[in-house]
């Protein structure tokens, strides 16, 4: 059974920055696209980060760019953002997810989705 678990979410001013990990196990991520969501209060899930399980492709939002980076530990079946500039309107609960296709994570058509953890920026 496929998990992944996020983990490093916390409480943080802004300008600050934080490492958000995604833990996956039970299935073989080879070929597969991992993608980091949002979802803040009264609003939508959106995209945030995208990368391809051997590493060599990423994909950010317009929002993140610059920002954030997604990284990945293959050998440990990690993967990471890393949130730098953080903005109040950043705060939101974090989802990790994965998906077969990387047109699937960016429109959020993933097969499989962690619990969340929550990112709080005080302005």
């Known amino acids: 059974q496929v998990q992944l678990v996020e983990t490093g979410g916390g409480l943080v001013q802004a300008g600050d920055s934080l490492r958000l990990s995604c833990a996956a196990s039970g299935g073989t991520f080879g070929g597969y696209v991992l993608g980091w969501f949002r979802q803040a209060p009264g609003k939508e899930r959106e995209f945030v980060a995208s990368?391809?399980?051997?590493?060599?492709?990423?994909y950010y939002a317009d929002s993140v760019k610059g920002r954030f980076t997604i990284s990945g530990d293959n050998a440990n079946n990690l993967v990471y953002l890393q949130m730098n500039s953080l903005k109040f309107e950043d705060t939101a609960v974090y989802y990790c997810a994965a998906a077969n296709l990387a047109w699937r994570v960016r429109i959020g058509q993933c097969d499989y989705w962690g619990q969340g953890t929550q990112v709080t920026v005080s302005s």
């Open positions: 990368i391809t399980w051997s590493g060599t492709s990423t």
